[in-house]
């Protein structure tokens, strides 16, 4: 109770007493509880002085009882009839001295008070009590006697008690986290800090998963959450980032906390960070597991991870590979420029691997000059996966050819590199390891500073792309590309637009399709120069027919990947383009493929609003064969979409065909959106698509790709005469 309320109601019960009993055998009337004798009055503040949240005693100046509330009685395990006629000694005859003093100074006209006292029940179980003592003056206004009253505080008591024990187990060497029971982080330790690097205040009010390291997928949390939910427990091993971003293991124990009801109301989360044992074990750790010259894991760890890598990919179907390495004359240089220059040449050259190298892969060093690295999580597809890893090891290899400059001399140091692939746990990982020795040997054989994979269909996919790549870099530094443009035709069979179509045609060799180049373009990343090539290319023919009055109003589509879309500078690679040719943003349409809104759409959006805004248009390809949200679709600011030629090439013969064709027409005129058919090569599938709504066609009806200068130069085939 507040101190404002003890007050007033002591001055109340004095008061009423005052007035109301001025006779002290009424009274004694009252303690004997005779209703029918007590005035009104009485009986009021009967039932008043009953229901005060403390107890309530009024004691003669022998300290006898006149009268006590049930709350006091209940208080102290006393009924009326202990008390009658007795004395508050009589019946605490145990009561402290220093209570006894402050009793007889209130005899005197003091008050007194106490905040928190222990008193000792009959049954010898203590509460703690707040009190307070005053003097009650009787008509003749001398001290009749004392007011005496209690309050129970002992379950407060033991909240607090348990708040400090709390808080002392809070200051642990174990990180903590107090959530609420949305997860929303209330409190975190000194610990926590520590570990993780983050301060309370950038913890406090957000949810934990801004520690997540991106390690575990979504099963796992689900599982997580499910084993709390099912048992209120959850206890293991689990990695997250610390705010230098680096990622350690952690022993996480998660409880939730319940109310009196049974309801979880927060959770609790303990940890350590396993990754730091104590100094000693650290040491003896790191000798049993790692090279001590360069700091890498060794063999014992490596196949150990190996053993890991092998149990990951069943899970995932992903196939990783495991590469070794091994540096070229390298004993060489070790004889004649002594061991220190080695040892310095092997430090380098784990530092390099260890910058070059994903966060999904890790190097080893096997002993001499002999290093592993083990790639995971390459690719579903066995030649994709080939050809990452062999891009990642040209990677490896050109890094570490950059000469090395030690004591002023400068070393050339270069590798051969040996690779195998694995998915599942087929092979073990000894077996790896003596593939990728045996191609290992083959690259050195080959004439060293070379990479060779173990199986044959592997190196002939790799040398393909190696071909591949080299090839497509000269074609666009020796303009081999060509743009060909295919005509758009409306209702009444006008010319309104064209489709940049991309050819290559390497010196000496017949023309490359852009089905098979595209790919590795985009797979190695050329896509990007190509494609901006072909938009420059483009503008330049679209601003040179705006000067034609017959071909001025002219659209020109542009294939664009999704590689290219997601450049940082796409926006303004589109902007500088227009200037510079002088083509107006309306006569340009990008088309744009649905697996471009796997990912990211929001950003996706952004980016077509901020070019949209320029006035460029857009038209969704190969419409229907991707995986179009119909949600995604009506965000997206588009004009036009591209009805996928496989519908059309069938609407003939296949009534499922004809009936996708309408449907996507209808969802189209639904978006307010213009349809446009691709791949229209006969009338009979001109008449079925313009009897469904689709006016705009395009297809070797109309007109093969041709050369710019043929665009508009004689009336289009499939026009009627
Ligand atoms: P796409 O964008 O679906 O282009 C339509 C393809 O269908 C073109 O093949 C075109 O020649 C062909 N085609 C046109 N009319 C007919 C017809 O009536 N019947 C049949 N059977 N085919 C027809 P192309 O030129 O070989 O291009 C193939 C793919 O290469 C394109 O498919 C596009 O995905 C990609 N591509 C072409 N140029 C570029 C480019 O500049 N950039 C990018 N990123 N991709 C391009
Ligand atoms: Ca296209
Ligand atoms: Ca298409």
Not at 400 to 423: A, D
Not at 432 to 457: H, M, P, T, V, W
Not at 642 to 668: C, G, N, P, T, Y
Request: charged share 25%.
């Amino acid at each position: 109770m507040p101190p404002g309320e003890w007050t007033a109601l002591l001055q109340a019960v004095s008061e009423a007493y005052q007035a109301a009993d001025r006779d002290r055998k009424l009274l004694e009337n009252a303690l004997e509880v005779n209703a029918q004798e007590l005035t009104d009055a009485n009986k009021k503040l009967r039932v008043f002085i009953d229901n005060a949240p403390v107890g309530i005693v009024m004691l003669d100046r022998e300290m006898r009882y006149l009268f006590a509330s049930q709350r006091w009685l209940r208080d102290r395990q006393l009924t009326i009839q202990n008390i009658v006629g007795k004395s508050h000694y009589e019946l605490n005859p145990t009561l402290p001295q220093h209570w006894r003093e402050a009793h007889r100074r209130c005899l005197e006209g003091a008050t007194e008070s106490g905040a928190e006292d222990p008193f000792v029940r009959p049954d010898g179980s203590v509460i703690w009590t707040k009190w307070e003592v005053r003097p009650w003056l009787d008509t003749h206004g001398t001290v009749g006697g004392i007011i005496l009253m209690s309050e129970d505080i002992t379950e407060r008591k033991r909240t607090e008690e348990q708040m400090r024990i709390a808080a002392v187990a809070f200051q642990s060497r174990d990180g903590m986290i107090v959530t609420d029971q949305r997860g929303i982080i209330l409190q975190v330790n000194q610990a926590f800090s520590e570990v993780t690097g983050y301060g309370a205040e950038e913890a406090i009010g957000k949810t934990a998963s801004f520690l997540r390291s991106g390690r575990h997928d979504a099963t796992f949390y689900r599982t997580l959450w499910e084993a709390i939910m099912r048992e209120g427990h959850w206890e293991g091993e689990i990695w997250n980032r610390r705010k230098d971003g680096g990622i350690y293991p952690e022993w996480l124990s998660i409880s939730g906390v319940k109310n009196g009801h049974g309801h979880i109301t927060h959770y609790l989360g303990t940890f350590s960070d396993i990754r730091e044992p104590r100094e000693a074990e650290r040491k003896i750790l790191e000798l049993a597991f790692y090279d001590p010259l360069t700091g890498l894991p060794n063999r014992r760890l490596l196949l150990d991870r190996l053993q890991q890598a092998l149990i990951a990919s069943t899970r995932n179907r992903q196939f990783g590979a495991v590469l070794l390495l091994d540096l070229d004359h390298f004993k060489t240089v070790n004889d004649t420029r002594g061991h220190d220059v080695g040892d310095q040449l092997l430090i380098e050259i784990a530092r390099r691997l260890r910058t070059t190298l994903r966060e999904t892969d890790s190097a080893a060093r096997l002993g001499g000059d002999e290093f592993v690295v083990l790639f995971e999580g390459l690719n579903e597809d066995k030649m994709a996966a080939a050809i990452t890893a062999e891009a990642i090891a040209e990677k490896l290899r050109s890094t570490l050819c950059q000469p090395i400059t030690l004591k002023g001399e400068v070393y050339f140091i270069t590798p051969s590199m040996g690779v195998t692939l694995f998915c599942g746990q087929g092979e073990g990982g000894d077996t790896l390891l003596k593939q990728a020795d045996l191609s290992l040997y083959q690259a050195k054989e080959a004439g060293r500073n070379a990479i060779r994979f173990y199986n044959l269909a592997m190196q002939q996919a790799v040398d393909v792309r190696v071909e591949m790549e080299a090839g497509l870099r000269r074609a666009l530094s020796h303009g081999e590309f060509a743009l060909n443009y295919q005509p758009q035709v409306d209702a009444d069979q006008r010319l309104v637009g064209v489709e940049a179509l991309l050819r290559w045609h390497p010196p000496g060799l017949a023309m490359v399709s852009p089905m098979t180049f595209i790919p590795f373009a985009e797979a190695c990343g050329l896509i990007v120069p190509i494609g901006r090539w072909v938009l420059e290319t483009a503008c330049q023919q679209l601003a040179a027919w705006a000067r034609d009055p017959a071909l001025r109003k002219l659209h020109v589509s542009v294939n664009i990947s999704a590689r290219q879309f997601r450049q940082p500078d796409f926006i303004d690679q589109v902007r500088t383009t227009l200037q510079r040719s002088g083509a107006r943003a309306a006569g340009l349409v990008l088309e744009l493929t649905e697996s471009l809104l796997l990912d990211d759409v929001e950003k996706v959006i952004q980016t077509m609003q901020s070019l949209k805004a320029m006035g460029v248009g857009f038209s969704i390809d190969d419409f229907g064969t991707g995986y179009s949200s119909l949600t995604y679709l009506k965000r997206l600011p588009l004009d036009q979409i591209k009805i996928d030629q496989s519908f059309v090439r069938d609407i003939v013969d296949d009534a499922d065909d004809r009936a996708i064709v309408k449907a996507i027409i209808s969802l189209a005129t639904s978006l307010g959106l213009r349809v446009i058919a691709e791949g229209v090569e006969t009338t009979a599938q001109r008449d079925l698509l313009v009897a469904s709504g689709c006016e705009i066609h395009q297809g070797y009806l109309y007109g093969r790709p041709v050369l710019a200068d043929q665009i508009g130069e004689r009336p289009l085939p499939g026009a009627p005469s």
